[in-house]
T-cell receptor, first 116, second 112 residues
Framework: GDSVTQMEGPVTLSEEAFLTINCTYT??????LFWYVQYPGEGLQLLLK?????DKGSNKGFEATYRKETTSFHLEKGSVQVSDSAVYFC???????????????FGQGTILTVHP | GAGVSQSPRYKVAKRGQDVALRCDPI?????LFWYQQALGQGPEFLTY????????KSGLPSDRFFAERPEGSVSTLKIQRTQQEDSAVYLC??????????FGPGTRLTVL
């Protein structure tokens, strides 16, 4: 079945540091890939997405590129802020099969803490 | 506009009790998902509705779990004879067909 593996956390950075959170996936079809973020006390929010190979999703300074050859979708940000402290989830949705309604398969999440 | 709401936000149950968790999706959204998120883990799919039809319940962990959406809007997830392993955050998400899912804040269930 489909699966998503994220780098283990937690990740602790100083403000303005470079961020990478690794994500790899396994899927039998042609999935769409997502990064969701969960800020303290809030619900899951879509951060960015990519729907086909070589697509780059971007939002709020975060970027991730859909790499089919390495089955990866690593999240990057050039300069993190304290307000980026949250839990980040990589996810996929395989709509190329019969069940085309967008069920999400999530990774285990990575806790990011940014210090001033 | 209003987002997805869930109630109660917190529920404590004694082992063996039945619980009912409510989800109010965004008005007009056809798709509705339930996910279970154990502590320190990512959400895991439980079940999916398209309007009032439950099209996929493959993620429900046992026959103690039951979900319904009788009029195609509000949904209820019911857990009978709760067990300690049912302790988790239960997330509801709604969306248009094949499109972005909007998540509610979740219900944190603790079974003592």
């Amino acid at each position: 079945g489909d699966s998503v593996t994220q780098m283990e956390g937690p990740v602790t950075l100083s403000e303005e540091a470079f961020l990478t959170i690794n994500c790899t996936y396994t899927a039998t079809g042609y999935p769409s890939l997502f990064w969701y973020v969960q800020y303290p006390g809030e619900g899951l929010q879509l951060l960015l997405k990519a729907t086909k190979a070589d697509d780059k999703g971007s939002n709020k300074g975060f970027e991730a590129t859909y790499r089919k050859e390495t089955t990866s979708f690593h999240l990057e940000k050039g300069s993190v802020q304290v307000s980026d402290s949250a839990v980040y989830f990589c996810a996929l949705s395989d709509q190329s099969r019969g069940t085309s309604y967008g069920k999400l398969t999530f990774g285990q999440g990575t806790i990011l803490t940014v210090h001033p | 506009g209003a987002g997805v709401s869930q109630s109660p936000r917190y529920k404590v149950a004694k082992r063996g009790q039945d619980v009912a968790l409510r989800c109010d999706p965004i008005s007009g959204h056809v798709s509705l998902f339930w996910y279970q998120q154990a502590l320190g883990q990512g959400p895991e799919f439980l079940t999916y509705f398209q309007n009032e039809a439950q099209l996929d319940k493959s993620g429900l962990p046992s026959d103690r779990f039951f979900a319904e959406r009788p009029e195609g809007s509000v949904s209820t997830l019911k857990i009978q004879r709760t067990q300690q392993e049912d302790s988790a955050v239960y997330l509801c998400a709604s969306g248009d067909l094949g499109a972005r899912q909007f998540f509610g804040p979740g219900t944190r269930l603790t079974v003592l």
